[in-house]
């Protein structure tokens, strides 16, 4: 079973960028498909960016297209999000999550593990 920590959250100017990480520990992300989520008071958690389990090709919603960057780096078992150009209604708590299913998904709830989340903050 893989355990995910997630870092890098703050609060920022409209405009801003940040660096979302997730350190997996207990098994390889290379193992696993891999998403961000996010999650606004009073709405749904939300696909955020993905990345398969081989190959590398990544899936974004529409909103975050051309200025949210998924990648992972093996060598340090990690998975990252880069955010530029952020927008208020960027606002969320951002999860990572790892699925161990044959075929990529962007369902929450297909996804097996989950990190504890981390506050992302955009202010006008």
């Known amino acids: 079973q893989v355990q995910l920590v997630e870092s890098g959250g703050a609060l920022v100017q409209a405009g801003g960028s940040l660096r979302l990480s997730c350190a997996a520990s207990?098994?390889?992300?290379?193992?696993?498909?891999m998403g961000w989520f996010r999650q606004a008071p009073g709405k749904e958690r939300e696909f955020v960016a993905g990345?398969?389990?081989?190959?590398?090709?990544?899936y974004y919603t529409d909103s975050v297209k051309g200025r949210f960057t998924i990648s992972r780096d093996n060598a340090k078992n990690s998975v990252y999000l880069q955010m530029n150009s952020l927008k208020p209604e960027d606002t969320a708590v951002y999860y990572c999550?790892?699925?161990?299913?044959?075929?990529?998904?962007?369902?929450?709830?297909?996804?097996?593990?989950w990190g504890q989340g981390t506050q992302v903050t955009v202010s006008s």
């Open positions: 999550a790892a699925d161990s299913g044959v075929v990529f998904t962007i369902t929450p709830s297909q996804y097996d593990t």
């Open positions: 207990g098994r390889t992300v290379s193992s696993y498909h």
């Open positions: 990345i398969v389990r081989r190959g590398g090709t990544t």
